[in-house]
């Protein structure tokens, strides 16, 4: 693109109203320039029309003229009553004129040249009375099928929108569907400013509307279709394709209501805004993992949404009771809501619009689809992918935890999701069943999980009256046993652990005892020893004092000698024998 | 709307079957402004009332640019636009008159084939 040298204002847009429109065509439709709404019959022009209107007179303060070449304005006056709206009321206040046009070919003769001076007099006149700043022409092709001079429409149309934009006037011409063109007479030449397709498709007996945006002059779109929706508030749009993967992540680690669970997911459970899928066949306790999982958020005081694919709430609170879960008390606090349908009950788009606006509505923490394989039944594999793309990127934008449930069927791998979405998930669990000596046990393990170091262990996966339990699945021997093949081979282990310990402990018992003889021998010997160095001691001691005595006795000798008496050396040999 | 319209004519009817014969003529001719087309439209329908109709047609030229909102109660689209307001059924012509025959097949004075 070239840059514009001199500053251009941007378009002008003017707010439609429309849930989910604005945000696609970032600001509305153009403002005073016409806009096409092309379709079937059937698509939803003349309500999108009809609610461009009447947003813009009650929202916006925009009146506005509904010039329809359709109905009559008592019809009109009917349909405006299913959104609603009270449109006698709205036109004594002056907020809105309608003016039917009718053309009946059957009274009508060419007789020359001639203009449509007359159309744009009513128009002038009716946007005159009421101040008018938006105008909705439904559907103006009808002047094709009551006039024949197309070259004199086709002019006359071309002056139309012309001077509707001259008046600054914000338009909507509905047209009807073509073959090969956008509108049957290709309407889409003439208006060039914006076109917007409304689709309305039957797929596998099953309606899904669809709104594209074909041309928008002077501003940027997405190419894409979005699912729209129908219902007593109007029209809703889903503005959700173009996420981005640059949404917030969280940190906070949340609980999945199984503390064993908690402990195999790095001891925190989830991350909270985080993706969780539990896969697994039929009657392997995905709802009650599901219930648990809400029952902890409702605990934490947050609000969880509950879509029901299979089940009605009743039954599900019923079931849940079994198992020690009263969800009945979050349902009265609202903390939970349910949301319970048929998935086949209408189409993919509606189900994702029904999400959005549920969403929208209750606003939760956390948000659950019980099981999201149902999907399936409404679309192909493709269209649910896509579906399912949209919504998780649409809630994680808003941090809602989203733990989904995917019923795979008997016979096709377990570790595959049935609608491949395995890449956006981030937490995967694997409810497994596991058939052994006449039993079916439940087995659970983490098949992933996003960012932090989770178990590698298949933990037998219980339902108790206190809820979900997990049990270290006996893994000896080489083998893995789960349920009273487990119980018998650890009541096995358990005597023959016991048997080894006895034998471990008479064994102890005979050291002991040894240890204790061979003690005794050493203090025996001890004592021996003892005795006989004391002996030795005593000796020793004699001898040394036998040695002193004759020591003395010598020198008394020698003093003798030298001149004493016998007598005296009688009484030393008499000491001598008394110390003895 | 409709029956509405078909009750103002129904009155006019019977008003218009009290004073003259039948076969008379009532003409409304609503047009735009002076403009060229307008004042061809007004010459050629004058032209052939007194051809063919002389002395029994009644021809009321109204300008929608002074009386816009009987382009509402009229269902006037198109200018110049003719109403053959009687004797019923009710016709419109639009555009400028030029083609005499197919006024002529309107008002049932020529055979449709012809």
Not at chain 1, 3 to 17: H, N
Not at chain 2, 29 to 40: D, N
Request: proline share 3%; aromatic share 6%; net charge positive.
């Amino acid at each position: 693109m070239v840059k514009a040298k001199q500053k251009v204002e941007p378009i002008e847009k003017c707010p439609s109203g429309i849930m989910g429109l604005d945000e696609i065509t970032k600001g509305g439709l153009p403002k005073g320039r016409p806009t096409l709404i092309c379709g079937g019959a059937g698509s939803g022009k003349t309500l999108f029309a009809m609610e461009f209107l009447l947003r813009g007179a009650l929202e916006y303060g925009d009146p506005g003229v509904f010039m329809t070449f359709e109905e009559t304005s008592a019809d009109l006056a009917k349909n405006f009553i299913t959104l609603g709206f009270d449109l006698p009321d709205m036109i004594s206040r002056g907020l809105i004129a309608t003016d039917h046009v009718y053309i009946a070919r059957s009274e009508i003769e060419e007789t020359g040249d001639y203009d449509l001076e007359g159309l744009f007099i009513r128009l002038g006149n009716a946007i005159d009375s009421t101040g008018a700043k938006r105008v909705v022409l439904d559907t103006i092709e009808a002047l094709f099928s009551g006039l024949s001079n197309t070259g004199i429409l086709r002019a006359e149309l071309r002056r139309l929108f012309h001077w509707l934009k001259e008046r600054g006037m914000t338009a909507i011409i509905t047209g009807e569907g073509g073959d090969k063109t956008l509108t049957r007479y290709g309407l889409e030449e003439y208006v060039a400013d914006c076109v917007i397709l409304l689709d309305f498709r039957i797929e596998e007996q099953i309606a899904t509307r669809r709104l594209r945006i074909v041309k928008y002059r002077g501003s940027s779109h997405g190419p894409d279709e979005h699912p729209f929706l129908i219902d007593d508030s109007g029209i809703s749009i889903l503005p959700i394709s173009s996420l981005g993967l640059d949404y917030p992540v969280s940190n906070e680690r949340i609980s999945t209501g199984v503390p064993k669970l908690d402990a195999m997911l790095d001891g925190k459970g989830f991350y909270r805004g985080s993706t969780i899928l539990v896969s697994g066949t039929a009657g392997t306790g995905k709802t009650s993992l599901s219930a648990t999982f809400a029952d902890a958020a409702c605990r934490r005081g947050e609000r969880c949404l509950y879509f029901a694919f299979e089940e009605s709430p009743r039954q599900i609170i019923r079931n849940m009771s079994s198992i020690g879960i009263d969800l009945a008390q979050w349902v009265k606090k609202g903390l939970l809501k349910f949301h319970s349908a048929r998935p086949s009950l209408y189409g993919l788009e509606m189900h994702l619009v029904t999400f959005h606006k549920a969403i929208e509505a209750f606003n939760p923490r956390v948000f659950i689809v019980d099981p999201v394989s149902n999907l399936t039944a409404a679309g192909t594999p493709a269209a649910v992918k896509s579906i399912l793309t949209r919504l998780i990127d649409y809630l994680k934008m808003n941090a809602i935890s989203t733990f989904l449930t995917d019923l795979t069927h008997i016979g096709s791998s377990l570790e595959r999701t049935s609608e491949e979405i395995s890449s956006l998930i981030d937490t995967w669990l694997l409810l497994r069943d596991i058939e052994l000596q006449g039993e079916r046990n439940r087995g659970l393990y983490i098949l992933k999980s996003r960012g932090m170091s989770h178990s590698n262990q298949i933990q037998e996966f219980l339902l108790t009256n206190q809820g979900i339990d997990l049990v270290d699945i006996y893994t000896g021997s080489g083998e893995a046993l789960t349920g009273s093949a487990r119980a018998v081979q650890e009541a096995q282990e358990k005597a023959s652990e016991l048997a080894d310990r006895q034998e471990v402990e008479r064994m102890l018992r005979e050291q002991e005892r040894k240890r204790k003889v061979l003690e005794a021998k050493i203090a025996a010997l001890r004592a021996e020893f003892d005795a006989e160095s004391k002996e030795l001691e005593l000796m020793a001691e004699e001898e040394r004092k036998r040695q002193a005595l004759l020591a003395e006795e010598r020198l008394k000798m020698a003093q003798l000698r030298k001149g004493e008496s016998s007598a005296a050396r009688r009484s030393v040999r008499k000491k001598k024998s008394k110390g003895a | 709307m409709k029956r509405k319209r078909e009750k103002t004519s129904t009155e006019e009817l019977t008003k218009a079957a009290a004073r003259q014969d039948p076969a008379t003529y009532v003409f409304r001719l609503y047009v735009a402004g002076m403009t060229p087309k307008s004042t061809q439209a007004i010459a050629n329908i004058r032209k052939l009332c007194k051809k063919h109709l002389a002395g029994r047609y009644k021809l009321e030229v109204i300008d929608i640019y002074q009386q816009p909102k009987l382009t509402k109660e009229e269902q006037i689209i198109a200018s110049p636009t003719l109403i053959k307001k009687l004797p019923l059924p009710l016709r419109r012509f639009i555009g400028d008159m030029s083609d005499t025959d197919k006024f002529l097949v309107g008002i049932d004075l020529k055979p449709k084939n012809s």
